[in-house]
């Protein structure tokens, strides 16, 4: 696959038609997390955190920043933007949102919804060692390329799910973060 840049990807994106399911449900718990893009020599890249081994849910998972609603958050796009604050201390100035990706349902009843944004050049991060043990950019190209994923079977409550996985230096990418990512890939027409 040809190595696209941000402007690509965004221009994709503008021209596609995201699926927007008019979700009845109530759930428990609202998140939203940020898909940051930014441009390298390579081409695009997406940055993803790995999350602090200590933290009692999904501890050393890799994701994209984000975390759940508060009360005060006047909506879910600000739920994300202040979560990436929190956590690798990126304000919003240095943040472009692009716009909303349909929402996906975790196993543990959460309604995740992803914003895509490009991460504006130069910007540096500093990491909340309370939430995150690192952050990291993967390529586009990488994330694109179907030989790169692998199908993992797992054991729950006396059946067998199978979840795509993709190895990194860091980690497995799998579960919320890996759907995210391929429903976006899919909707851009860049599955390989």
Partial sequence: MEKLNCAQIISRYLLSSPVFSDNKLHPKRRSAVMMLI??????AQVLLCKRAS???????????????????DPTLEHTA???????LNIPAKHVEV???????????????TPYLAYLKPGTLWQIDQNEVDTAFFISFATLCDKTNWHTLPIERAKSTLHFEVLPTQHGLLWGATERIINQFINQLGLSS
């Fill in 54 to 72: 200590h933290l009692r849910h999904h501890p050393s998972q890799l994701c994209f920043p984000g975390g759940k609603q508060e009360r005060e």
């Fill in 38 to 43: 930014s441009d390298s020599p390579s081409g």
């Fill in 98 to 112: 692009i716009g909303r990706l349909p929402e996906i349902s975790t196993l543990g009843e959460i309604v995740i």
């Fill in 81 to 87: 933007l202040r979560e990436l604050h929190e956590e």
